[in-house]
Each structure stands twice: as structure tokens, then as C-alpha cells.
């Protein structure tokens, strides 16, 4: 066996060709335009958003993250586990941010297994326990492709049609080790609706192409950290629902929020249900939210009542998915040239610099385009409308 | 689209054009506007096929008297077949805008295993089988037996074919050979002789090499080609090779042996005839008086025997008087053959040119030169005589006429060399008697002389200006185009040095070298981990490619290897090599990944197209020249040196290159396909002349001797030349691997076919522009 140096340091991993990317490109257009194209991608995505189209709000999803040696890697710094597993932190929350009445599973593979870290459930503080957890763990052996989709299969296939059921694969090997021929499982997925989404840590894989093509999702490789994180936000927003997916109306219960001081003669200490399947040590508290049906107490929302099976939520929380609805319209794209008017960024009040500016349509005021891509990611709403709707 | 190209109106079967298609075209008008010859390189996965096959229709409706055929040479039997699918889109093209109706015959031809539909012959396995059975049912006197006593079986296809299909023209579209067979099926026609017959008054003829360029077979098949014909010889990097096969005989003495087994047969059989039929033997005499011009005139099916390029004032004279009647001839063989046994019977090498071989025999057993050169003609004139049905049992007496022939017409260009024992293993006596061809221009000189054009085209043919000087021709328009791309596809990285700094390089003397192969080995390793599916790795030789895989299992880097990807080699069985082909690809197909480790030279390095994921990288270790000890090879440098002017070295980096080329070219099949070319050798001297300083400077160091010529052409296809960066030269394999790991993040990116609109792919609109046209002119570089 030869043994891999150890790479702890810095200067013995990846060389950062930084000058590169500020080489005078004498070829004519070549490497100008792999970014040129990456730019239009991140457009496309904003104006993809903006249809009318009915989106799966209910989600549940999958996330597989490829636990393998690869993930030792040191292209993403401190290693790519540690990495990818920050990042999912901060993806799921922002998932249940955007998304308040879905839930989520994490699913590690490695050794050529799949293992379960976190079942589907609604609450982000477990899931984010285990991702820390999983910090520590080590990487070994290869990853397989098909236990992994399989294990996350077994569970969505129970759920109801009108969610959307989807597995999204964080996929760094650019091997896998299947049981079994993994195109029969494909077509399986392809029937029960599952909607398989891969991002690539390395290259570009075969099989995660047919895959992806197959079932209806995206498939996309990394460049860098940012961009890594890009991708992985691309899977905040909830997609659009297939047409063959039923519509049902969903009971709902909204809570409110009890609290009792120490004073209170009447108020008990109790426990909350949700202790019931943590490991923890169950925590008595005063206040809480009482299910409008069986009066089960919860110290968190959302939640589904361990009692009735109600969905338990709070109206902010509805709201704030609300904007999947009515999205802001796309900002029109006009060149540089074009724009006659004062050369300031209306949101963040820089230079315009690059070629294109983004006027609203409705306000007409201009922003660059990172502050496009801001108000229509984040913000939902223009500046520039908010403003003069203010003085009117 | 229908487009302008110099004023000819060209109906190109497909919505988008690449630039360098419109450029090909251009530079192929003008070759055919001048009547003369061309040599044209295109990137594969270009579209040339389509390019040629457009402008060169369009050119036959425009002018059909001047161009009345277009006879188009492939290599393979799939590669014929894509043509002749390439053309039904132009057809069907044709049909649609002009709604006239097809009035072009088109046709491909392959051998008869490919083609005969006699439930009998066609299921023999072997291409000779298949011939020789075919002729035991068609030749003339057999057919003739029939007549006199109908047991004697013929096949009725053909028989069919005789009667009726000669006198109805087939009628106009596209044959593939499904097509030919189909058709022969229907109407009961031989399909093998109705297409021989049909190429005559064909448009157009898709076909092998070896129908124009084996003196044997083009004798036969082509000979009645019109002049005015275009030929278009695609995927010619090779042809120099071909050339010289084709003229080239190898003498064993398993051939003698058998060889003497046909002269007792024969000599049997003509004891026998004379009892019995003493008059045909005579009238063959008087025959042969009267000169071979007449003997010429023979039914197409008697092909007994081939005629090396005969040159025609032979064909007037008589057979001299030595060797005219029958027993003589077989005398005359005998001694000839016992001559040769005796040569082979040595312990020591021997060079010797074709003039002193003459002498030789006529000093040592009296044979004069005259008689020698009619020995081919005068075996073929009494085979037919004797009416010897299965033709397959004479070839060692037909390989030992052809090479008595051939060595006393050309007393340049070729030489003779026996050797007692194969080098790989002196102890065991195996004696071979190489007469080999050195000049490969004496087949194809025919080709050259006859048709009006003929164009040589290729994804490898640099450095261009070579050809002309090997086959001996003046073209035209000598042209390189490359490849116009949104995005860069290809990658081509330079691998100097380890780690640890040792040279990489697969020359001799360093081959055992331990560290060497231990970094080909990491070299390896290190790609299996960040190249996604498929690997193509290619060696020099099988040897070395046995040596190293050994080294590597021992040293445990296999094994390493192999929690990546899973490993497949190529071995010299055909069955075995595609059976791992297969597996290899299944591999890649579900994620597994995969390595092919294969040989440059090999099948998979000529015929095998990775297209996608199938090969996302290839890598060759070392440079591909050839056994340079080879005394065969030898001989061949020394002619070319006196003969063209051309130095060893030059012409062996020249080969070495253009196969490196076809090997890395495997790769990138199209415009939306990728792939890493990584080239582990450290003489990067041979990659680009803009870099040559800097090898130079920074080489000279090392080896001065082996430098000093850095400034010498560039090697390698422009197209991948023109990728190749001051900072993907002579690498180390860490660096090796930082590239890699961007370039694919960079191509895993989604493409689609609006980005490449208007830079690579040009609609109507966008080619009439004219800045287009500018950039345009620049795509063919003019060598």
C-alpha cells in the first residue's frame, strides 16, 4: 500500500490559479464566454421562477449526502464533508424558512452503504444536531448510488400524492457501487413520481445524467464554494408541481402561543410532545402551543400533532411561503449602452459596471445585477414600488 | 440549407452549418475546379463527411460532364455504411426542396462475405472461404460443365443475374449493402456482382481502400473507372501504410511448403489433361505466342489471379519462349521455389536490393529477369486452363509469381530481406524472406494518374506538407482547418515530470526505469479519482504495456486503481478485446467507471470512437514511435532519406505523431462532446513551434543532443495544437490533476445549443454575414 501523505496544509493542496482567471484572453472569446454562459444561467433562473406555474408547496424531501473518501478532498476548504455539511446547515434552514409545511431527511452513504441520519420530519433543530454530529464522522469506502436512493424510496413512496416527493443527491465520488442495475430503479422512481436532483462535487457523472434527465430534476456540478451554495439555494424554492399530482385541502391547525407566567396560580409545568421521540432530557415548561383539536402541547412550530396528526403551523409562517405565489416580476435586461440615466445602482447605490442593467418594470427605477438577483431571491419585493408606494 | 459557395448553389441537408464546413468547402471547390488533387485535414466530429458528400453532388448536377463519378474510399464496413447514410439525408434533401426525383444512383461495395446471399456460401465464416466457393459456382467453365451436365451445381443467383440483369439498368436511389442484398433477394440477382457491374455507370461509389489501391483487386474491380471521376480517400492518415501492404510479400516457409504442394498439383493435373485433352494445352501455347493482351480478355469472374501493377508494354510482348508451354512453366517454378528454399536455409541476416537478387538467381540457378517478370501472367493464363476450381489452395504459388514479378520489374523502391529468426526469439529458427515495399507511391501512382482529383482527407495529416512528398503527388490546395468552438472542449496537458521530479518519458533505455513506471502508475491513479466514467490509456507496445501493468500490481498501484475504476485491457485476441470493449462501456454506462488500458497501433486506437462518457480523458504513456530496430523500418528511413529527402528522425516523429494524434482524437467526437488529451512524455519539443523556445532554454539543460532541433514544425493537428498553453507544458502530475479537476467543473456546466449559435454552429443568416466571412478565411490555414 502506498500511503497518501497527509494534507493538512494549505499550500500542499490546490493550486488557486487565481491570475488566470485575470489573463488577457488572447484566443478571442473562449474563456470569457463559459462565464458569459454561467451568468445566463443565473438570469434563466430568475426568469424560470416567474411563470405562473403551480408549485409543490407540501415537500418532502431527501437529501443524500455522499459520505464516501472523496469527501476527504481538500478542494473546498477545510475539506469537502465539512464544507458540504456547513452549507446544509444553512440550506436547512433556509428550506424550512421558505418552506414552513414541508419536511426534510438526511441520508448519508458510504462503505457502500446507505445509512439514515435523520428520519422525515418538520423540525430543522434535529436535523441540524445531526449534520453537526456528522462533522466527526469519517469517510471511507465508496459510496452506493442505488442502497441510498433506495432507502430514501422506501420512505417517500408512503407519502400522500399531492406532495411533491423529491431526493436531492450531494454526489462528490465519481464512482458508485450499486447491488443491482441501478437503470431499473430509475424507472421505479420515474413511476412513483420521485423527482431526483443531483449536484456534483467533482465532474460530471453519466449515470447522475440519466438520472436526473429521467426523473425530472436538475443535475449540476460545482466550480467553487459560492457557486456551490448557489446550487444548493436553487433547491430552497419549491418546484413546480407535476400536473398529474392530485389537489387535496389539507386540515391546518394554528396554535396559539399560551404564555403562562410563574404567577399564575393555574399554570402547570407539563411536557412538551415533541420530547416524546428526542433522546434529550424531556424539559418541563409553562407555555406553549396548545393543538386546537386535542390540546396536545408543542414548544415548536411547525409540527405535526403527535396526537391527531393535525398539522399544527403559525399564519407567519403560511405567509411567508406566500411569495412563491405572487413572485415580483422579472426586471427587464437592457445593455449598458442603451441606458441613458443617471449610472447609479437605485438599491445599493454603487456604479453600474457591467453590461447589463435591470429596470422594474413597474417603478422603472434601475439596479445592477447583483441587486437583482437580491431583491428577487431574498427581498420579493422592489425597493423602488415600496418607495413610491411610501409617499402616495 | 441551400448555400453559395464560390458561385456553385450547394443544398447542404441540415439547418446549421459549422464554419470550417463552409471553409472545407470552399477549399474542395477550388481543388475541383482545378481538376487536381487535394489534401485537406479536418477535426473528426466536424461534419466532413456531409461537407464532401454536398459540395461534391452539387458539383456532379452542376457540371455533370465534368464530373461524372465520385468514388469515395473508407476504411471499415461501418464506416461505409455511415456514409451511405450521410448521402440518403442529402438525397432525401434533394428530393424535398427541388421535388424532382432522384435521379442519382448511388451504391457501396464490400467484399463478398458481405455481400452474397447463397444460403451455402454466405454462412462460411471466412472472407477467403467465402471467394473461393463463390468462384467454384460462377467461373466461366464451370458454368460452361453446367451446360453439358446440369449436376454440376452453379449458383442460380448469379446465373440470374447473367441472363437478365445486365441488360436492366438498376434503378436510381441509395444501396447500402442491406440495401444491395435486399434488392438481390427480390429479384434473384447475385448482389455482389450486380453492384460490380453497377459501379460502372454509378454516380457515386462507396467503398474500401483496397479496391483502388491493391494492385491485385483494383485490377479486377476498378479498372474501368472513368477518368473523370472524383476520389476522395477519407481517414487517409494511413494511406502511406496501405500503400505499401499492398506491394509488400512476406515469404515463410510454411508458404514454400505449400507452394510445393500446388506445383506437384499442378504438375499432376497437367500430366493428366495432356492424356486427355492435348489441344487445350496447345491452344494455350499458340496463345501465349500471340502475346497477353488477348488473354486479358477473360470473363469477369475468372479472377484467378492477380496482376501487380503490370506495366502495359509487358502485356504487349509474348511470354517468353522458356516458360510458354506448361511443363516448362512448372519446371521453371520448381527451380524458382527450390532457389528460395535455399535462401531461406541461412543463419545471418541478409539486406539486399532487388538488382542483386537477380544476379544472384541468375548465377546460382539461370534464371534470366525476362521470364521472371511474366511469371504472374503465365501462372494465371494456365490456372485458367487447367480449370482449377478452388482458386483458395493456390495462394502460395500465386504469392511466390507475384513476388517473382514484382521483383524483377521495379528495381527501386523495394527491398529484400531475410531473416533467419525473429528478434523476440533468436533460438528458434523461423526463417522469413521480407520483400518489402519503401516507396508507397507506386501503388497509388496509378490512382493519380487516372482520375482528375483526388482528395486525401483526415482528422491527422500534419504535418501536411509530407504527403505530397511520400506519395509523390503535386496537389492543389493543401489545406488544415480547425475546429470552431464555443466552449474548449478539449484539453490537451503535457505530463514532464513526477512528483518527485524524474522525467517521464517511455524511451528505451529508461523503460525498466523503476521510477519511471511507478509515476505513470500515481499518473494514473491520481486521473482515476478525478476524471468521471471512462479512461482510455494507451501504451506503446503490448510488451511494454505488459511490463508496466506487472510492475503495478506489484507495486500495489493497481489495486488502488481499482477502488476508482474498474480496469479492462485490450489484447492482441479480437474476441477477448471486444468482449472488455463491451464491459468497458457497461462499465461507464452505470457509474461504475472504467479504464481501458490499450495499445497505440492497436484496433482500439484506429477504429473505436469514445464519444461522451465514454471517454472523458485519454492518456498516452510515452510516444508512440515505432520499433525503430526493425530492419524492415530501417531500410525504409534509408529510401526515404536518398530518395524524398526526408531525415529518419523526421519522418519516425511524424509517425510517432500522427498516431499520438489519432489516438488522443478518439475522444472528441463533436462539438458538444469533452475530453482531457494528456500526452505523459516528457519531449514536449514535438508540441507546438510558438513553445519551442521555451523548451529550448529550458531543456537544453538536460539533453542538449535531443533539443537541439526544438525548433522544429509542431507535430501535431492544429486543432489540438492551438489548445495547448505555455502552462499545460511539461507538467507534474499534481498540477496535472489541478487542471483536470477545473476543466471538468468547467465543462460539467450546462451547455446548450443557443451558446454555441453564432460562434461555432451558423445559421443561413448568420454565414451571409460579413464579418463571418472574414473569420471564415482565416479557418483554413494554408500550409
Known sequence: MDEEPERTKRWEGGYERTWEVLKEDESGSLKATVEDILFQAKRKRVFESHGQVRLGMMRHLFVIIDSSRSMEDQDLKPNRLTSTLKLMEYFVEEYFDQNPISQIGIIATKNKRAEKLTDLAGNPKKHIAALKKAVDSTCVGEPSLYNSLNVAMQTLKHMPAHTSKEILVIFSSLTTCDPANIYELIKTLNGLKIRVSVIGLSAEVRV?????????????????????????????????????????????????????????????????????????????????????????????????????????????????????????????????????????CEACQGELKDKSVFTCLACKKVFCVECDLFIHDTLHSCPGCMQTDGRS | MKLNIDGLLVY????????????????????????????????????????????????????????????????????????????????????????AKNDFLALALSSRKNLCIHPEVSSLRFGKEVDGKCHSLTASYIRAQHHSNPSQPVCQFYEEFDSVGRQVPISPGIYNLDDLKDLGRRKGWCPYFLARYAILHANIV??????????????????????????????????????????????????????????????????????????????????????????????ETDIYLSNPVLPDE??????????????????FMKRFLEYLKARLRIHHVVQES?????????????????????????????????????????????????????????????????????????????????????????????????????????????????????LDFRPVTVASFTMTLARTCLCPLIVGRGNDQVAMTSKFETREDFAVIRNYGNLLLEMSAVVPDGIVAFFTSYIYMENIVASWYEQGILENIQRNKLIFIETQDAAETSMALEKYQ??????????????????????????????????MFGVPYVYTQSRILKARLEYLREQFQIRENDFLTFDAMRHAAQCVGRVIRGKTDYGLMIFADKVSKLFGKKHANFSLSFNCYFSPQRYARADKRGKLPRWIQEHLTDGSLNLTIDETVQLSKHFLRQMAQPFRQEDQLGLSLLTLEQLQSEDMLQKIAQIAHQA
Open chain 2, 586 to 619: 457497461e462499465a461507464c454506462e452505470n457509474g461504475r467507471g472504467a479504464i481501458l488500458l490499450s495499445v497505440a497501433r492497436g484496433k482500439v486506437s484506429e477504429g473505436i470512437d469514445f464519444v461522451h462518457h465514454f471517454g472523458r480523458a485519454v492518456i
Open chain 2, 354 to 470: 532487388a538488382p542483386q537478387f537477380l544476379k544472384d538467381i541468375f548465377e546460382k540457378v539461370c534464371i534470366d529477369r525476362k521470364p521472371l517478370r511474366f511469371c504472374a501472367e503465365r501462372l494465371r493464363s494456365l490456372l485458367r486452363t487447367l480449370e482449377i476450381a478452388d482458386i483458395a489452395d493456390f495462394s502460395a504459388i500465386t504469392l511466390i509469381s507475384h513476388f517473382a514479378t514484382l521483383v524483377s520489374t521495379y528495381s527501386k523502391g523495394f527491398t529484400i530481406i531475410i531473416e533467419p529468426f525473429e528478434d523476440k526469439t533468436p533460438t528458434i529458427a523461423n526463417p522469413v524472406l521480407h520483400f518489402s515495399c519503401m516507396d508507397p507511391s507506386i501503388a497509388i501512382k496509378p490512382v493519380f494518374g487516372r482520375f482528375q482529383s483526388v482528395i486525401i482527407t483526415s482528422g491527422t495529416l500534419s504535418p501536411l506538407d509530407i504527403y505530397p512528398r511520400i
Open chain 1, 208 to 344: 447522475c445524467t440519466i438520472l436526473t434527465r429521467e426523473t425530472g430534476g436538475t443535475y449540476n456540478v460545482i466550480l467553487d464554494e459560492s457557486h456551490f451554495k448557489e446550487l444548493l439555494m436553487q433547491h430552497v424554492k419549491p418546484p413546480p408541481a407535476s400536473s398529474s399530482s392530485e389537489c387535496s385541502l389539507i386540515r391546518m391547525g394554528f396554535p396559539q402561543h399560551v404564555i403562562a407566567s410563574m404567577s399564575d396560580q393555574d399554570a402547570k409545568p407539563s411536557f412538551s410532545m415533541s420530547h416524546l421521540d428526542s433522546t434529550g432530557e424531556p424539559v418541563l415548561s409553562l407555555g406553549g402551543f396548545y393543538c386546537p383539536q386535542c390540546r396536545a402541547k408543542y414548544t415548536e412550530l411547525p409540527v405535526e400533532c403527535k396526537v391527531c396528526g393535525l398539522t399544527l403551523v403559525s399564519a407567519p409562517h403560511l405567509a411567508r411561503s406566500f411569495h412563491h405565489l405572487f413572485p415580483l416580476e422579472a426586471f427587464q435586461e437592457n445593455s449598458l449602452e442603451e441606458y441613458k440615466g443617471e449610472r447609479f
Open chain 2, 12 to 99: 447542404f441537408p441540415y439547418d446549421y452549418i459549422y464554419p470550417e464546413q463552409y471553409s472545407y468547402m470552399l477549399e474542395l471547390k477550388r481543388t475541383l475546379d482545378a481538376k487536381g488533387h487535394g489534401v485537406l485535414e479536418m477535426p473528426s466530429g466536424t461534419g466532413k463527411t456531409i461537407s464532401l458528400l454536398s459540395l461534391i453532388v452539387a458539383y456532379q448536377k452542376a457540371y455533370p460532364l465534368e464530373v461524372t463519378k465520385l468514388v469515395y474510399c473508407s476504411r471499415t464496413v461501418p464506416e461505409i455504411e455511415k456514409v451511405v447514410e450521410e448521402l440518403r439525408k442529402l438525397m432525401d434533401y434533394y428530393t424535398k426542396q427541388t421535388g
Open chain 2, 314 to 331: 509487358i502485356l504487349q510482348e509474348a511470354v517468353p519462349g522458356s516458360i510458354r508451354t506448361a511443363e516448362h512453366f512448372v519446371g
Open chain 2, 206 to 299: 462507396v467503398y474500401s481502400y483496397h479496391y483502388l489501391l491493391d494492385p491485385k483487386i483494383a485490377d479486377v474491380v476498378s479498372k474501368e473507372l472513368a477518368k473523370k471521376s472524383v476520389v476522395v480517400f477519407d481517414e487517409a492518415h494511413n494511406i502511406d501504410n496501405v500503400c505499401i501492404d499492398s506491394m509488400s510479400v512476406n515469404i515463410t516457409r510454411r508458404t514454400l511448403d505449400r507452394c510445393q504442394t500446388n506445383v506437384e498439383t499442378l504438375q499432376n493435373t497437367i500430366s493428366k489433361i495432356k492424356e486427355t485433352d492435348a489441344a487445350k494445352l496447345r491452344e494455350e501455347y499458340r496463345r501465349l505466342v500471340e502475346g497477353l493482351k488477348e488473354a486479358n480478355v477473360a470473363r
